[in-house]
């Protein structure tokens, strides 16, 4: 029977498969997977021996620590990233993770706090995590925001740095190892505080997700779509258009269009323009175009050849008659009065 590994062990072991994580070329793969999941294992049993060990005190500071132990202080942060970089389908199995995580920074925020290496905003951060509270501690003017976050990134900058320089010296004393050690918690907390937030609004996000039973009843409706593409032999994917249709593919292979199309968003609407015609079909006749317009005002009535036309007097209408006479008339008078061309006299020699 193989001896249970020691903490030691495990917090080595665990490191080196962290540190392995970042040459996947992708998170979702199964072997990435596999490897954060073990992390995770190996990382919770760690726990678990430095709390029956009890390792650390809240009655110590932080010069009371070992060097040796001072990695232990890191576990509840590594922790909380790994349950980050989970890949999980459900969202309700993704808030699940993201809680722990959440819980596992807090942690990590207070067991660093008793020994002094957490400030005022990073405390108050941890606090309003999941309670509704701005989890963000910086200014709200945009001005001094951005002051704020450019003083973030040198500190972390610095920190990062330092920590590079440190672990590439060949062997460490015991004070280069302390130091090395302190500056990757100072800069675990800044990433802590910057983690936080990002979970606070991706669970805000997931409250927006539908219900179980919402979310099966879509994937029925998804699979019956399916179902009805694979009985008709209608395909949406527009690089799967066979070559013997008119026109040809649509797509090349590198999904570069061949030539135009357009683009319908329901296939209904394909089927109902099978049999129609190419050219716009008249919505109404001429006629009632005519009185649409007439009714619109569009026609205006009158005008043409006929409108100099005078229409036909009655003679037996005496009082029309008296009227025409006498209008005729006056302008018999206005004639004789006003001769041709003697209106305007202006600019004659």
């Keep these: 029977?193989?001896?249970?590994?020691?903490?030691?062990?495990?917090?080595?072991?665990?490191?080196?498969?962290?540190?392995s994580l970042s040459t996947h070329?992708?998170?979702?793969?199964?072997?990435y997977q596999s490897s954060v999941r073990d992390a995770i294992s190996q990382l919770t049993t760690a726990l678990d021996l430095?709390?029956?060990?009890s390792v650390f005190s809240l009655n110590e500071s932080l010069d009371d620590v070992s060097t040796g132990d001072l990695p232990c202080l890191k576990i509840t942060f590594s922790l909380a990233d790994l349950y980050t970089k989970l890949s999980i389908s459900t969202p309700f199995e993704r808030k699940a993770a993201l809680l722990r995580a959440l819980q596992?920074?807090?942690?990590?925020?207070?067991?660093?706090?008793a020994y002094d290496l957490v400030s005022a905003t990073d405390r108050a951060a941890a606090s309003n995590a999941g309670t509704g509270r701005p989890v963000s501690q910086l200014p709200t003017d945009p001005g001094q925001r951005r002051l704020a976050k450019i003083a973030q990134f040198k500190q972390e900058k610095e920190l990062k740095g330092k920590i590079q320089q440190l672990e590439q010296g060949a062997r460490l004393d015991e004070e280069e190892a302390r130091e090395l050690h302190?500056?990757?918690?100072?800069?675990?907390?800044?990433?802590?505080?910057?983690?936080?937030?990002?979970?606070?609004?991706?669970?805000?996000?997931?409250?927006?997700?539908?219900?179980?039973e919402e979310r099966e009843r879509l994937r029925e409706e998804q699979d019956e779509r399916a179902r009805q593409t694979k009985d008709?032999?209608?395909?949406?994917?527009?690089?799967?258009?066979?070559?013997?249709?008119?026109?040809?593919a649509l797509l090349n292979k590198d999904g570069k269009p061949l030539r135009p199309f357009t683009l319908l968003d329901k296939r209904q609407q394909l089927k109902d323009g099978v049999f129609r015609?190419?050219?716009?079909?008249?919505?109404?006749?001429?006629?009632?175009?005519l009185e649409e317009e007439r009714r619109r005002g569009g026609i205006i009535e009158g005008g043409g050849e006929k409108s100099g036309e005078k229409p036909e007097m009655d003679l037996d209408d005496e009082e029309a008659v008296d009227k025409e006479m006498y209008k005729q008339r006056e302008w018999d008078e206005f004639k004789e009065a006003n001769p041709r061309e003697t209106g305007n006299t202006l600019n004659r020699g």
């Design 1 to 19: 029977m193989s001896e249970a590994p020691t903490l030691r062990q495990l917090l080595k072991s665990s490191s080196s498969l962290i540190s």
């Design 25 to 31: 070329p992708s998170s979702n793969t199964p072997e």
């Design 182 to 212: 302190i500056a990757s918690l100072r800069l675990a907390v800044m990433q802590t505080t910057q983690q936080l937030e990002m979970i606070t609004m991706e669970l805000e996000m997931l409250k927006q997700a539908p219900p179980p």
């Design 104 to 113: 596992y920074y807090k942690d990590f925020i207070t067991l660093l706090d």
């Design 277 to 289: 015609p190419g050219h716009s079909l008249p919505t109404m006749t001429i006629d009632e175009y």
């Design 232 to 248: 008709d032999g209608y395909n949406e994917r527009l690089d799967k258009i066979p070559n013997d249709i008119k026109g040809g």
């Design 50 to 53: 430095v709390a029956r060990a």
